[in-house]
């Protein structure tokens, strides 16, 4: 026998910032979706912001509508559970994360390669709106470049808590 517990095959402990680099390191969409499925459950804000990120680094090397029916089927099952995390990770993002977000989705975006879904940019405002106050120059410039990309006006409530 072994050292370790017996009959206890759980999940193998995985530290927020293994989990990171495992995402930042996926070559292509089926990897990244096949890593977010397996370990959903403990994703927090900033491996969303890192699979939207890797995400928009493997798009932006591939050509819009380039994409065979399996190749598709896969991006939109990942870009649908990234949108369910985003959206439960949400009221824990600091400011950096919701810039993040925002500019990312805005350049997955310009590229021709996504639709904003509204729902989560309207909760991504709101976000920011809640937390302004913290917002540092750079966030707010990535967060205003992204909302404009995405064609979305500030609201009034924004532009006021980040005066």
Do not use: Y
């Not at 870009?79 to 805005?106: C, D, F, K, N, Y």
């Not at 590229?111 to 920011?128: I, K, P, T």
């Not at 990309?149 to 609201?155: E, R, S």
């Amino acid at each position: 026998g072994g050292k370790g517990k017996k009959g206890r095959a759980g999940p193998v402990k995985v530290r927020p910032a293994e989990l990171t680099g495992w995402i930042t390191k996926c070559t292509d969409e089926g990897h990244l979706q096949e890593l977010v499925e397996r370990r959903k459950a403990i994703f927090n804000s900033m491996h969303v912001v890192a699979a939207w990120g890797t995400l928009a680094k493997m798009r932006s090397h591939k050509q819009p509508g380039g994409l065979g029916r399996g190749e598709w089927a896969v991006l939109q099952r990942l870009i649908q559970r990234l949108h369910v995390l985003t959206m439960a990770t949400v009221p824990e993002m600091g400011e950096r994360e919701v810039a993040s977000v925002v500019s990312t989705l805005a350049k997955i975006h310009k590229s021709g390669r996504m639709a904003v879904d509204a729902e989560l940019v309207a909760e991504l405002v709101d976000r920011a709106t809640a937390t302004a106050g913290d917002f540092k120059p750079q966030a707010v410039s990535n967060l205003v470049w992204g909302l404009a990309t995405v064609g979305v006006k500030p609201d009034a409530g924004l532009v006021e808590a980040m005066q």
